[in-house]
């Protein structure tokens, strides 16, 4: 649907850009001709010179409606593609959340041969993936970009439904678990967030009620945020602008796992959460997490081979399946496509990652 809009805005700009010009090149080129040939016939006595002055004018007020014209053509078309995404977007059903039956969710998460391609689409992005993480441990997931590693985030908080396989959280199929439940317990930090126009602390505490500010500023201390929030103008109370307009990218995903933590999940998964953040700061906030990790189910998505080294058990994928897995010094014995990753990516950072 946004690559829709994209797509019909960029031709607007083509026309417009075509179209703006030629209106200022038919409007120079009409007057350059009344000139010439009303200059001409003025000499001959054929014309007044009061009456060539007149047309002359009456041809410069016709530039501004023709350019007008361009520029309301502009204005319809951007209104058609804005009306048409509105439209698709007032169409989409309304997800079924369900009443919370206040199941408690352990955290222990299985896929069984899950394959999935997205609607519309006839290219499976997953192919026949399984693996199980338990209660407590780290998974990683790591792969080039494109090879399926997002999709399974989104299947995890049903996003999209899977038609082929299973996924199961504690045993229990993903698909018979309400969705107000399954959100009150896994909580995921995506690689591009969202932050509300609102202040800092109501950014961290959306979704809770009745939190303390020290409870905030605990969860910003684990993700590593709380100094920079309290050299902000007005520290915890500072408005971030639409979108967190005022922050860096880095500042938005530390504030965005804030808030994940602020919920206390039994499952957390980090997709490409901290690419904005510096090496050092990014090792700096996974040794914080280290601990509120361990009571819980985490996995860790990440293109970053030093972002997942950690994890007791790391999938490699490639095209949609899992082509290598283990831990990291088994994968770095493999000399496989982790070892090819880790390598490149050690002499792209200028460190030493092996």
């Not at 703006?20 to 003025?42: C, D, E, Q, S, Y």
Request: with cysteine; charged share 25%.
């Amino acid at each position: 649907m946004s690559m829709d809009y994209a797509t019909r805005n960029l031709s607007l700009i083509k026309i417009w850009g075509a179209l703006h010009p030629l209106v200022r090149l038919l409007a120079g080129t009409g007057t350059v001709l009344t000139i010439l040939f009303g200059g001409k016939m003025v000499m001959e006595g054929k014309l007044t010179l009061g009456t060539l002055i007149a047309q002359t004018a009456y041809l410069g007020m016709l530039v501004f409606p023709m350019t007008a014209f361009g520029w309301i053509i502009g204005l319809i078309e951007m209104g058609l593609a804005s009306l048409k995404r509105l439209d698709e977007i007032m169409r989409k059903e309304e997800l079924e959340y369900g009443e919370e039956s206040g199941m408690k969710i352990h955290g222990n998460v299985e896929f069984e041969m899950v394959s999935f391609k997205y609607p519309g689409s006839k290219k499976l992005v997953l192919k026949n993936v399984s693996f199980n993480v338990k209660k407590g441990e780290i998974l990683g997931i790591t792969g080039r970009v494109g090879s399926g590693k997002s999709t399974i985030a989104k299947l995890l908080v049903r996003m999209y439904e899977t038609e082929c396989g299973k996924i199961l959280v504690d045993g229990e199929d993903l698909r018979k678990i309400p969705r107000r439940d399954l959100l009150k317990h896994v909580a995921l930090v995506p690689q591009e967030t969202f932050l509300f126009s609102t202040t800092v602390k109501d950014n961290i505490a959306f979704g809770k009620e009745d939190v303390s500010l020290e409870e905030i500023k605990k969860v910003a201390k684990l993700a590593g945020i709380h100094d920079t929030i309290i050299s902000l103008p007005k520290g915890y109370e500072t408005v971030v602008g639409e979108r967190g307009v005022k922050l860096s990218g880095g500042e938005k995903q530390r504030i965005a796992l804030a808030r994940a933590l602020m919920m206390d999940p039994k499952i957390l998964i980090l997709d490409d959460a901290l690419s904005a953040v510096d090496l050092k700061t990014e090792e700096m906030i996974l040794n914080n997490l280290k601990g509120f990790m361990r009571e819980r189910t985490t996995i860790i998505i990440s293109h970053r081979i030093r972002s997942v080294r950690e994890a007791d058990h790391i999938l490699v994928l490639e095209d949609g399946k899992i082509v290598e897995e283990g831990t990291h010094e088994e994968l770095m014995n493999l000399k496989g496509l982790y070892y090819e990753m880790g390598v490149q990516q050690s002499l792209e950072e200028g460190l030493r990652v092996i």
